[in-house]
């Protein structure tokens, strides 16, 4: 196999990615070898030697504790509970939650084997019972295995004393109902509120 064959395969490892896209990112990738090949082969190496998941939440950084475990102007009285880093990316994206968050590194699935063990839940208890500890948020997708996951935390952290909350479901902002499948709709009525 050739070193082209070789980068487009690795290439179409990556989400989004297929054969044909790998192909037309590796080609550009070496017609731009000076200017893009070289310098993101270098960070790759970077990245692979230096970024590691911190030790209290799971996030992904180059420190252990991570940027945000260790920013003094966090509220650690709320942690927020998220599926994947991808999720506490997002959420910090959007920059309105300004407390800790706490990475489970997947959802409960009996169909993929995944179960309380193989997630870091035994971490959250333990950051939960912490006194200065108000609040957990969980902020699991919307899909069966997050709801799942969602419930099992609930009731592990019964016997903290922590308020547990959930994220709102239903209308997104600027979604027009048309559009909107009948679970969000569902979803929007129950969780109605007084205007």
């Known amino acids: 196999m050739s070193d082209i064959d070789h980068l487009i395969q ?11 896209s790998a192909r ?21 190496e970077e990245a692979a030697r230096n970024i590691r998941a911190c030790s209290a939440c799971g996030n992904l ?20 509970v998220v599926e994947d880093v991808a999720d506490l990316w997002a959420l910090e994206r959007a920059a309105t939650f300004r407390g800790r968050y706490h990475v489970l590194g997947g959802t409960l699935s ?39 996951t969602a419930h099992y935390i609930t009731d592990r952290l019964a016997d903290c004393s922590v308020t547990v909350s959930g994220l709102a479901h239903g209308v997104p ?11 969000t709709l569902s979803a929007a009525l129950k969780a109605r509120r007084p205007v």
């Open 173 to 183: 902002v600027g979604g027009e109902l048309d559009y909107l499948d009948d679970g």
């Open 110 to 148: 009996a169909l993929d084997g995944v179960g309380p063990e193989d997630l870091n839940i035994q971490g959250l208890v333990a950051r939960a019972a912490q006194p200065e500890v108000r609040e957990v948020i969980l902020a699991t997708n919307a899909t069966v295995d997050g709801q799942t």
């Open 10 to 20: 690795l290439l179409a490892k990556l989400p989004g990615l297929g054969p044909r």
């Open 61 to 80: 950084d180059t420190r252990d504790p991570c940027a945000i475990c260790t920013d003094g102007r966090r509220d650690e009285a709320l942690i927020c």
């Open 24 to 44: 037309r990112a590796a080609l550009h990738l070496i017609k731009r070898r000076q200017t893009l090949l070289v310098p993101l082969t270098g960070a790759l």
